[in-house]
Structures are given as structure tokens and as C-alpha cells.
């Protein structure tokens, strides 16, 4: 039976590094992100019904996601608006994924807002990127475009990183080398496809996993 792995981590936290890690390990991965860049690029499904919602902030390229942020990010009833858009979309993306990858022994779904918006996806467990704060606000403030402003309300939109981790099956620390991540991401597939997901907990609970979860 095929495992489904969610993905999950609050802004800068390493998904997307981390999504690429268990891609070139072979295992089938769903990218939500990806999937919301697909759809607002030009010619993607979301760019008129965006560009009625929210006048100019398309164009040739497609959406522009500097003005669209500034305009939704701060602005609860807009980004519900814009999320009652992009949201299904995503989430009819993400079934049709699952008739491409039916014979895998495991998957994983990298989806941003997991713990915040997701509703249950028939996830058998979840793993969380996470990275000490400073660190986390260090990489993030290097993108261009990144204000502290929009860095403030982008986490105070996400379910606070302590929680996450709280609740996740596996975390993966990303606060360390990419070599080190890598490896801890290459044992926890090794672990759920000898093992399946109930004996990965006990991996993750004999610190194989770097998962300290009863
Ligand atoms: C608001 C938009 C235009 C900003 O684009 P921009 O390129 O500036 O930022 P980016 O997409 O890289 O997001 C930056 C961070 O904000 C987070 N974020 C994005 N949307 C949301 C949201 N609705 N709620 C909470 N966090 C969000 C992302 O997970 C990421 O951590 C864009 O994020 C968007 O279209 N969001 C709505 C779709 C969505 O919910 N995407 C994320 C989950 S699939
Ligand atoms: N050990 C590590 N594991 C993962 N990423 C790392 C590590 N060390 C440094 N980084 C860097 O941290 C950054 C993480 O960015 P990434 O885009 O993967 O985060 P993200 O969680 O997908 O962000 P967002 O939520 O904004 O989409 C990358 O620039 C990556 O190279």
C-alpha cells in the first residue's frame, strides 16, 4: 500500500530544498507551491478569475505576485478571496496527481499550509521542516522583494513553528548542513519503505529519525 507523506513548514523553513531531497531520491512528490505557480504563470487557470477579484494585478507574465502579496498579505477578506480561487484548484491538482504516482510504495505531498488550511488529505503521517527562528528570519530576509513587514505578516498568518512541530510525526532539522539534512531525509525514506509509517514512529522515537515524538 502506498504511504502518503505530508510535507510541511512554516516560510523559509526548507520545503522546497527539502522537497528536491526526496525527489532525487526517487519518491513521486506533489508540490503545492509549484502548483500555485502553474496557475497563476500566463495562461494558467487562475489568472482572469485573479484579475477580476483583483484589477491589475495581471498581465502578460501572468499574475504578479509582488502586487497581488501586497494587495491580499495584511488584508484577511482579501486572501480569503484570493484563497477561494487558488485553493481548489490546487486541491483537484493534487488528486489527479494521485492516479500518476497509484503504484509508488511512497509519496510525498509538499503542501505549505498543511496545518492551516489543508482539511484533511488522507495523510498517513506528516514531517516538518523546521529551522531555528534567527535563522529562519535570516534566510528569509535575504530574498529579494522581502520586507520585515511582509515577513511579520506572513507569520502571523502561519501556525507558530513550535506548534508545528509539536504536532508533526517527523520533524527534519534544517537548521544544520544540507549534507546533514539530506541524510536524515535519505533515513526516513529508508525507514518508511522497510518499515512502513507505524514502525518509522519508533525509528523516530530511538532518534534515527530525528523525531522526538511519543
Ligand atoms: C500572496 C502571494 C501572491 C505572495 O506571493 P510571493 O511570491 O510574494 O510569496 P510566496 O508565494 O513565496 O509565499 C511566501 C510565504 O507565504 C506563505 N503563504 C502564501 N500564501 C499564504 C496564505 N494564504 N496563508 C499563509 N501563508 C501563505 C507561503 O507558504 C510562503 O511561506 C502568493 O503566496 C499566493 O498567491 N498565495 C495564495 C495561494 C496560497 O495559499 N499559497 C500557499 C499554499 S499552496
Ligand atoms: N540544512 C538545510 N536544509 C534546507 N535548506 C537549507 C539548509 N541550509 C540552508 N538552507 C537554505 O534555506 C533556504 C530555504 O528555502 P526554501 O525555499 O527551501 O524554503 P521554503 O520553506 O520552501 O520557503 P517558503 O515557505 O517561502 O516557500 C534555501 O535557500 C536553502 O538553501
Redesign the pocket.
Known amino acids: 500500500m502506498t504511504i502518503r507523506l505530508g510535507l510541511t513548514g512554516?516560510?523559509?523553513?526548507g520545503?522546497s530544498t527539502v522537497a528536491t531531497m526526496f525527489r532525487s531520491l526517487g519518491v513521486p512528490l506533489f508540490d503545492?507551491?509549484a502548483?500555485?505557480?502553474r496557475l497563476?504563470a500566463a495562461g494558467g487557470a487562475?489568472v482572469a478569475p485573479?484579475e477580476a477579484a483583483f484589477p491589475g494585478t495581471t498581465g502578460p507574465g501572468g499574475?504578479d505576485?509582488?502586487?497581488?502579496?501586497a494587495?491580499?498579505?495584511g488584508d484577511a477578506a482579501a486572501?480569503a478571496r484570493?484563497?477561494a480561487i487558488?485553493?481548489p484548484m490546487?486541491a483537484a491538482a493534487r488528486t489527479a496527481f494521485l492516479d500518476t504516482a497509484a503504484d509508488a510504495e511512497l509519496i510525498v505531498f509538499d503542501?505549505?499550509?498543511l496545518y492551516?488550511?489543508s482539511g484533511p488529505v488522507g495523510l498517513d503521517a506528516v514531517a516538518v521542516v523546521s529551522a531555528p527562528a534567527d535563522q529562519q528570519r535570516t534566510r528569509?530576509l535575504a530574498?529579494p522583494?522581502?520586507t520585515e513587514e511582509?515577513f511579520a505578516r506572513?507569520l502571523a498568518?502561519?501556525l507558530p513553528d513550535a506548534e508545528k512541530r509539536a504536532r508533526a510525526d517527523f520533524i527534519i532539522e534544517t537548521g544544520t548542513t544540507l549534507a546533514d539534512t539530506e541524510a536524515q531525509v535519505a533515513a526516513l525514506v529508508a525507514c518508511l519503505r522497510a518499515h512502513g509509517v507505524g514502525y518509522c514512529r519508533a525509528c523516530a522515537r530511538s532518534s534515527l529519525i530525528p523525531k522526538p515524538q511519543g
Do not use: F, T, W, Y
Not at 512554516?10 to 523553513?13: A, K, L
Not at 505576485?65 to 502579496?69: I, M, T, V
Open positions: 512554516s516560510i523559509g523553513m520545503k503545492g507551491d502548483e500555485v505557480h497563476q487562475a485573479i499574475v505576485r509582488q502586487l497581488l502579496g494587495r491580499v498579505l486572501l484570493l484563497e487558488v485553493h490546487v503542501i505549505p499550509l492551516e488550511k528569509v530574498r522583494g522581502m511582509k506572513i498568518l502561519q
